[in-house]
């Protein structure tokens, strides 16, 4: 009678029983993998817009202020989209006829809004708030990025759980004093650790509830 | 829910290769899309709530409100500090007016006989007919309407008479006050009305009078009864109330002395208290209720100047008056004005006998439903359906639509421009949240339309009945009024006015079968059956939901071998009703209970057919009361579904409501639950070194009104979950009113039960997934991510507050119309919907404690006392809940916690809970044995 198993069986096997121990958590890691990767959270992805709206110009070129267009920053949880009439608050004067402003003209004709696409786009049960970040010295390009070098706006961060527990756990090294926060420019200074202290008492924050659940979800 | 229940195997099987398929193939985020403004409106901060003030409608009259607007969209009403008869408080029914906005069942378009038509249609058929009523002055116009108080219907009222001198305006009201209005007329020769000044009385006797019942009235009532009775004024001062009823009521569940009686004797009663303070003779009462009475004259007589007697609408004109008369006798707290409105007793039964002559040609309905809330001896229904020219504006294409030739949509109150007048006379602008959702308008707008306007707006039309005002400033005059939600100097000055005392004879009592009706704690006259909410509010004594019930005494019940459930069948004068009999031990012998607003045919979806009709065994007469009632047993038990029995807690009634005499605080209080030794524990220390949350819920001033129930349901997106899940046991509601009975018909009190938010709480360390963990200010915060649907938590929480999603209640697998886009716009954006299969309590409102510290901490301050105001409080009349942070040594809520009568509920089992409780006060006389009987 022949034998069953040829020899190379026995390879098949401890590969097996490699396999077994390796197999799950290869597999945990690719689900970590893929969790974290620009597919899922949306990091560095260009979106299509109705309009080519350039932030570099904007704000690099031309150094209009965050608040000139999101009014709301300061004073509620959405930072604000601005309405067509501030768009033609210039554009009424200036590129009066270029192309690729034509559906703003149009949204301004016909009163019919601009659907632009949501970049930054938070889960439902997450309540972020803007205006209370920007009140505690956080500035835009700390989760923005750096918009004024962004011809296209895309998301820098990831904008995962674990990376605003980061910042909500030590907010030392984001913060800013108040006349920094609209800055694009600004760098942590070499002595940031001790600013940051002086600016954690002025600011009155408490790291240690900054990570309750109900801080954020509700 | 069925679709889920019914699935066999074969059915499941493909649902699920299709989810496997579906969600293989459906990875990705959805995208998502930002709409600003075209042009954006100035005060418009996308994101900030704005609050604007305007006022509700409660048959004809107003209540003010604050209602919070988010993009435009209306999604919470609160009560308005400054108008009198909201106080900063609401009601049920205020609470689920901005339901009642979105519901999806709403008329949406003008209907012709058969088809859809448009406003211009109307106007041009209106032309027509007016053209020839305009000919005859009038004579075949008839407008029918609920009670006018509002100012500029009145005018408009007053115009269409004037050009129309032919034409005769019916106002009526299901819930009316004509007993009230007779019994006026016979003691001052007028109308009068009069308005009890509850926080300035300490001995009030009821009889058969619900003060503190739905109405109204409701609000200035119970924050009138509940600052007399407050455990500051002293025994002499606090306001001890007996009631003496034939069937339970919020106000008998609030006396320290309650007397279950016949109605003809109740009248008897109120002539003895009368015969008692003139010092003649009383005629004679049955043993125990002349015990009562000697001691409720003896205390009224004694406190006079501070006591006062109320009557209820059952009682007969005379009755009425002879309260009068008492009233004047002891110089009561109450205010006689002149009454708002006029609503003639008579109107609807000549309107019929118009009609059915012939009259009556042409019928505007403006906002009335008399096919389904009129005595079917009239016959309006039959008489509507013959006229040549009828038109009927409602929010509903409801059962008098159907007998009209035209149905024109009507404008939500939300929607509206228009005014009322409140209880006390006071006026108010009622002013749009919201543009019109569809293609509605207002009663302003149809008379304007009767008068030949071609695009009438209510907006100037209102304008113009207070141009006037303002002293030669009307714009400045309208802002203010508009922000302030009332107008100054418009209430009825008190008229001073002696009764005359008139003689009235004392009834024998009689065996015979009497039905008392009364309108629903949950859905008034039927006006808001369609009202979710509503339906699923356990009603404040019975725990009913979704239904009504013949409401029984033990031993009428007893003759009919009738137990709890079962169908009974009552007939009067050949018309007959059947529904689930309810036995109650605190009903009269001989006396049936009932509810209006039930049993209608075409409500909507939510109000079709659930519970059954009283209005067709109403009379013109009397239409609370109705003798000479057949009762008998139809059918097997189909009882009203009920929350009684749902989330009951263990432990002894002494220690879960203790009820306290003024006597007994006074001398301090010895006993459990008061005074209890501090637990050992396993519990970690917690450190909560900034707020610390608390609430304080003062029993002795809970009223069982509800408003908070359904305040909280509007806040925190609480799904309603239908009769058939209630019947299983899956009520939603985050808040419930216990009701405790000292004995069979006893009432001892009500308890509101929100989450306690334990300090070492049960239920956080049996989360296998810690989905519900505690935070540093002490809330036991529930993450709904992370749950699993263990609920763990729900058993091991000994108050029984977690309430579980056992099904999409709130996405995908709502009840009924429930899940339509309209309904969802109410819906609060800083509340999470949850979804199926997550458990879920009360939060202390965390998006108001959130939103208050954002505020505080931008302007690097502390959260001020009283600035956190949770949802449940600010709608409470009383003023019973008081909730602020535990670590300010100078918040209210440490000042309550501070009381000689506060006490933990359970607090035996050391779960330190930050939810505590002061004892039910109670003022018995002594000469009385305890409860009255």
Known sequence: ?218 | MSPVNDLNRRAALKLLGGGLALSLTSCGKPAEEIVPYVDQPERVVPGVPLRFATTLDLSGYGRGAIVTSVEGRPIKIEGNPRHPASLGATDVFAEADVLGLYDPDRSKAVRGKANVESWEAFADALRAQMDKERARGGAGLRVVSGRVTSPTLARQRAGLLKEFPQARWISYEPVADTNEREGARLAFGRPLVALPRLKDASAVVAFDSDFLGPGPAQIVNARGFAQARSAASGAEQFLRLYAIESSTTATGANADHRLTSRPELIGNAVIAIAAYLAGETPPPLAGHAARFVEAAAADLKARQGRALVLVGPSQPPEIHALAHWINSALSAPVDLIEPVDDIDPNGLTSLAADIHSGAAETLIILDANPAYDTPPRLDLAAAIHKLPFSAHLSLHRNETAALCHWHLPLSHTLESWSDRRAIDGTASIVQPLIRPLYDTRTAHDVLAMLGGALTPSSYDIVRTTWAAQGGGDFENWWRKTLHDGVIAGTRSAPVATKPQRITVAARTPTQTMVLKVAPDPSVWDGRYANNAWLQECPKPLSKEVWGNSIVLAPADAGHLDCKDGDIAEIEVGGQRVQGPARIDYGQADGVIAISLGYGRSRAGAIGNEIGFNVYPLRTAGNPWLIDNVMLRKAGPARPVPTTQHHFQIEGEVDELLPLVSLVELAKGLDRKPFKDEPKPTFYPPYVYDTYAWAMVVDTAACIGCNACVVACQAENNVAVVGPEEIEAGRDMHWLRVDTYESGPGAMRGFQPVPCMQCEHAPCEPVCPVSASVHDSEGLNVQVYNRCVGTRFCQSNCPYKVRRFNWYGYNDGQEYKNLGAPSVTAQHNPNVTVRTRGVMEKCTYCVQRISAARRDAEKENRTIADGEVVTACQSACPTRAISFGNRNDPKAAVNKKRGETHHYELLGHLGTRPRTTYLARLTSPNTALKEGGE
């Open chain 1, 1 to 218: 009678m022949p034998q069953i198993f040829r020899p190379s069986a026995n390879t098949i096997a401890r590969i097996i029983l490699v396999a077994l121990l390796v197999v799950p958590f290869l597999c945990i890691g690719l689900a970590y993998a893929v969790m974290r990767s620009p597919y899922t959270t949306g990091q560095d992805v260009t979106m299509r817009q109705p309009v080519p709206f350039s932030h570099e110009h904007h704000v690099g070129e031309l150094g209009i202020d965050c608040r000139y267009c999101h009014t709301s920053v300061e004073k509620s949880a959405f930072a604000g989209l601005p309405p067509t009439k501030t768009c033609m608050t210039c554009h009424s004067q200036i590129f009066t006829n270029a192309a690729m402003l034509a559906p703003v003209r149009e949204s301004l004709a016909e009163h019919k809004p601009i659907h632009w696409q949501r970049v930054h786009l938070l889960p439902g049960y997450v309540y972020f708030d803007h205006s209370i970040h920007i009140a505690k010295g956080v500035g835009c390009t700390t989760c923005h990025g750096a918009v004024d070098t962004m011809p296209l706006i895309k998301q820098t961060a990831p904008l995962t759980m674990g990376w605003c527990l980061d910042c909500h756990r030590n907010p030392a090294p984001h913060l800013r004093p108040p006349s920094e926060i609209f800055s694009t420019s600004w760098k942590p200074p070499a002595d940031q650790f001790e600013q940051s202290r002086k600016l954690m008492a002025q600011y009155l924050i408490h790291t240690e509830h900054l990570t309750d659940c109900s801080v954020c979800h509700r």
